[in-house]
């Protein structure tokens, strides 16, 4: 079955600068790639996903980038700020297998003020 | 924002007793899911439901573990005789159309703590 493989699983950046987290698959016929936020002792919430047919896809601070050739997804957080720590979830899945999703790891943020 | 909305919040259960983790979908969702995430650990996909059937399961959906959309509204998911390492947060969600991916939108979970 699919395996996702998340890293770094901690990331302590300054804030202001840019936080970047990767994420690598082992299906290719995935072709959804959704990432999720965290915070502590709350549900995972869908910050950004990326279809297999696009490259890149930003919104506001937060973009993905997908690399289908070599299996592997980005998330990139620039201008980092303070509410931005978190653990974040990279996930995949297939439709054809029942469109569940398969987690990485996750990354656990802290932005330091 | 419509959101997922599961019931109860905390759980506590001795070990061997049944047990009903209950979720309302949004609305107009077609896929509803549940996943676990043990403490500290990834969120785990446990079993895809669309059309009142069971699409997808995975390996930690055993016979004690059983879904069941008893009403238009309400996606149960019952584990038959729970055991220790059944302690986790469930989370259900749900996504709308089935013709592609769609995001799944997570309810803010049932912690289960098996005694």
């Known amino acids: 079955g699919e395996n996702v493989e998340q890293h770094p699983s901690t990331l302590s950046v300054q804030e202001g600068d840019s936080a970047v987290i990767k994420c690598t698959y082992s299906d290719s016929a995935s072709n959804y790639f959704p990432w999720y936020k965290q915070e502590l002792g709350k549900r995972p919430q869908l910050i950004i996903d990326?279809?297999?047919?696009?490259g890149e896809k930003k919104d506001q601070r937060i973009a993905v980038t997908l690399n289908k050739t070599a299996k592997h997804f980005s998330l990139h957080i620039t201008e980092t700020q303070p509410e931005d720590s978190a653990v974040y979830f990279c996930a995949a899945s297939i439709k054809a297998a029942g469109n569940k999703l398969t987690f990485g790891g996750g990354t656990r943020v802290l932005v330091k003020p | 924002e419509p959101e997922v909305t599961q019931t109860p919040s905390h759980q506590v259960t001795q070990m061997g007793q049944e047990v009903i983790l209950r979720c309302v979908p949004i609305?107009?969702?077609?896929?509803f899911y549940w996943y676990r995430q043990i403490l500290g650990q990834k969120v785990e996909f446990l079993v895809s439901?669309?059309?009142?059937?069971?699409?997808?399961k995975s390996e930690i959906f055993d016979d004690q573990f059983s879904v069941e959309r008893p009403d238009g509204s309400n996606f149960t998911l019952k584990i038959r005789s729970t055991k220790l390492e059944d302690s986790a947060m469930y989370f259900c969600?749900?996504?709308?159309?089935?013709?592609?991916?769609?995001?799944?939108?997570f309810g803010d979970g049932t912690r289960l703590s098996i005694l």
């Open positions: 990326i279809r297999s047919n696009v």
């Open positions: 609305s107009n969702h077609l896929y």
């Open positions: 439901f669309y059309n009142n059937e069971i699409s997808e």
């Open positions: 969600a749900s996504s709308d159309s089935g013709f592609s991916n769609q995001p799944q939108h």
